[in-house]
């Protein structure tokens, strides 16, 4: 949450994993100040999450693309896009719905399920430390 926890963070995330790259598109979108969005934007290529690209036009601006370790987010960014979409708004309000890029589909509500594949509600798992064992010295 070090890294995330702030609105705009996430904000950035989510314009990123929909296509926006340039500072001037995410500021625009988001309407944040740019001392902000830049502060932002700094925090989450230091803890690589984000890198800058040479822009796709070859221009001479720079882009911020996602790292693998950005990828990674894809479900959490998907969980609250769909926490949202059941939550925020009325039945007939217009919004935005992820789809499949093969089908065009909507995509599935997220699950979380155990091992064995059995659906997990919040009731249905804890939090337990992991013992970190030492390495034991061969003989």
Not at 32 to 58: C, F, K, M, P, Q
């Amino acid at each position: 949450m070090d890294i995330l926890g702030d609105e705009w963070s996430l904000l950035i995330l989510r314009d990123v994993f929909d296509g926006l790259r340039r500072f001037g598109e995410l500021q625009k979108n988001l309407g944040v100040a740019r001392n902000i969005l830049s502060g932002r934007l700094r925090n989450l290529v230091a803890h690589g999450i984000l890198e800058t690209v040479a822009a796709s036009d070859g221009s001479a601006f720079h882009e911020y693309a996602l790292t693998p370790k950005g990828k990674d987010l894809f479900q959490v960014i998907v969980a609250l896009r769909q926490w949202g979409e059941h939550h925020c708004f009325q039945p007939d309000e217009p919004r935005s719905r992820l789809v499949d890029t093969e089908h065009g589909r909507p995509v599935r509500p997220l699950e979380l399920r155990a091992e064995d594949g059995r659906p997990l509600a919040c009731s249905d798992a804890v939090v337990k430390k992991v013992s970190e064992q030492k390495p034991r010295r061969k003989r």
